[in-house]
T-cell receptor, first 111, second 114 residues
Framework: GENVEQHPSTLSVQEGDSAVIKCTYS??????FPWYKQELGKRPQLIID?????GEKKDQRIAVTLNKTAKHFSLHITETQPEDSAVYFC??????????FGKGTTLSVSS | DTEVTQTPKHLVMGMTNKKSLKCEQH?????MYWYKQKAKKPPELMFV???????INESVPSRFSPECPNSSLLNLHLHALQPEDSALYLC?????????????FGQGTRLTVV
């Protein structure tokens, strides 16, 4: 089955800095890679996703890159704000299966 | 309606009790999922229903019994649970399990087994 590794487990940045979180996956058949943000006591919320036929996707301050050959994908947050503080999960999915999550990254943005 | 609704929000049950968790969506989604999430851990897949049929069971103990009465509802029946089963139980849905589209999560049921 799919295995998703995520690094780092914790990340502290100053407001306005950039944050990068990296994930690798094991199953070459996986073709959907979402990123979820989970605030304390709340549900995971999708912030951006990418499919295997695309190398990069951007939505305002958030971008995701995918390297299918190396089987890794990354989340980039620019101009971080205190409200970006949360746990971020990457995930991978093959058609017909379900999302398998990485272990999560706790992002702390200090002002 | 873009919500996945889970009830109850909180549940405390004894090890000899039988209880059920409920999940409902009215987005016409045909894939529904149960995940278990322990504190400071990622959601861990338990079950997948696709077109109301159980398609994936991630070797979950039989004290957890899923049920999909119709395309909008997903239940998780609990019986003889252990304290280590205490966790946040998340339900999710997606339009079609065979396609790669966003999964929408409910708010979860926080279960405590005493």
């Amino acid at each position: 089955g799919e295995n998703v590794e995520q690094h780092p487990s914790t990340l502290s940045v100053q407001e306005g800095d950039s944050a990068v979180i990296k994930c690798t996956y094991s199953d070459s058949a996986s073709n959907y890679f979402p990123w979820y943000k989970q605030e304390l006591g709340k549900r995971p919320q999708l912030i951006i996703d990418i499919r295997s036929n695309v190398g990069e996707k951007k939505d305002q301050r958030i971008a995701v890159t995918l390297n299918k050959t190396a089987k890794h994908f990354s989340l980039h947050i620019t101009e971080t704000q205190p409200e970006d503080s949360a746990v971020y999960f990457c995930a991978a999915k093959e058609a017909g299966t379900a999302l398998i999550f990485g272990k999560g990254t706790t992002l702390s943005v200090s002002s | 309606d873009t919500e996945v609704t889970q009830t109850p929000k909180h549940l405390v049950m004894g090890m000899t009790n039988k209880k059920s968790l409920k999940c409902e969506q009215h987005m016409g989604h045909r894939a529904m999922y149960w995940y278990k999430q322990k504190a400071k851990k990622p959601p861990e897949l338990m079950f997948v229903y696709s077109y109301e049929k159980l398609s994936i069971n991630e070797s979950v103990p039989s004290r957890f019994s899923p049920e999909c009465p119709n395309s909008s509802l997903l239940n998780l029946h609990l019986h003889a649970l252990q304290p280590e089963d205490s966790a946040l139980y998340l339900c999710a849905s997606s339009p079609d399990g065979t396609m790669n589209t966003e999964a929408f999560f409910g708010q979860g049921t926080r279960l405590t087994v005493v």
